[in-house]
């Protein structure tokens, strides 16, 4: 039973224009939500994160959003450009420490120049 | 400013044999944890600590041992390997002290093929 879920393995976009990944959960004791970019061969690096008090938070060309009551979250990224090609993943936890993380299936985005 | 150090980077392993997967963090973090990467899966967590001392099971422990003596290192025992742990390993690190809705930090991973 997955408790987070990523329902696109995969997404192309065109440089310059938006990419919206999405992301839903079924855990209501939930708080803290993170991205987290992956290149093939190398660990994740955060990206942004987002605590339940919130419904948005900005960090340059990338926003995140959540929705609690649908339990769904999307990261935005404005312009997107061919260095974002990666998999993108989703991950949540229940204190924000950054501990314990449950993670997504991941989405590969691809943008194409 | 090394991060998070995993060493192999890769290991081919005979079913049975047994093996440690090392991880190092030099950030003075208190929480660290080891996660698993299958194909088409996001990552699951094997254990994690909370300090020098504690640690507990996570979403898929079987198989696996773990120890915390010091602050700095967490290493992952796999006492018989078997196919089904071939996987990408994980080691991560965070910490409280960098403030509140703080992020784990990763290694580079290691690549485990059992045989």
């Known amino acids: 039973d997955q408790q987070v879920k990523q329902n696109s393995p995969s997404l192309s976009v065109q440089e310059g224009r938006i990419s919206i990944l999405n992301c839903d959960y079924t855990n209501s004791m939930f708080d803290y939500f993170l991205w987290y970019k992956k290149y093939p061969a190398e660990g994740p690096t955060f990206l942004i994160s987002?605590?339940?008090?919130?419904d948005k938070n900005e960090d340059g060309r990338f926003t995140v959003f959540l929705n609690k009551s649908a339990k769904h979250l999307s990261l935005h990224i404005v312009p997107s450009q061919p260095g974002d090609s990666a998999v993108y993943f989703c991950a949540a936890s229940e204190d924000n420490a950054g501990n314990m993380l449950t993670f997504g299936g991941g989405t590969r985005l691809m943008v194409k120049p | 400013n090394a991060g998070v150090t995993q060493t192999p980077k890769f290991q081919v392993l005979k079913t049975g044999q047994s093996m440690t997967l090392q991880c190092a963090q030099d950030?003075?973090?208190?929480?660290m944890s080891w996660y698993r990467q299958d194909p088409g899966m996001g990552l699951r967590l094997i254990h994690y600590s909370v300090g020098a001392g504690i640690t507990d099971q996570g979403e898929v422990p079987n198989g696996y041992n773990v120890s915390r003596s010091t602050t700095e290192d967490f290493p992952l025992r796999l006492l018989s390997a078997a196919p089904s742990q071939t996987s990408v390993y994980f080691c991560?690190?965070?910490?409280?002290?960098?403030?509140?809705?703080?992020?784990?930090?990763f290694g580079q991973g290691t690549r485990l093929t059992v045989v």
């Open positions: 950030m003075n973090h208190e929480y």
């Open positions: 987002i605590s339940s008090i919130k």
């Open positions: 991560a690190s965070s910490s409280l002290y960098r403030g509140w809705n703080t992020e784990a930090f």
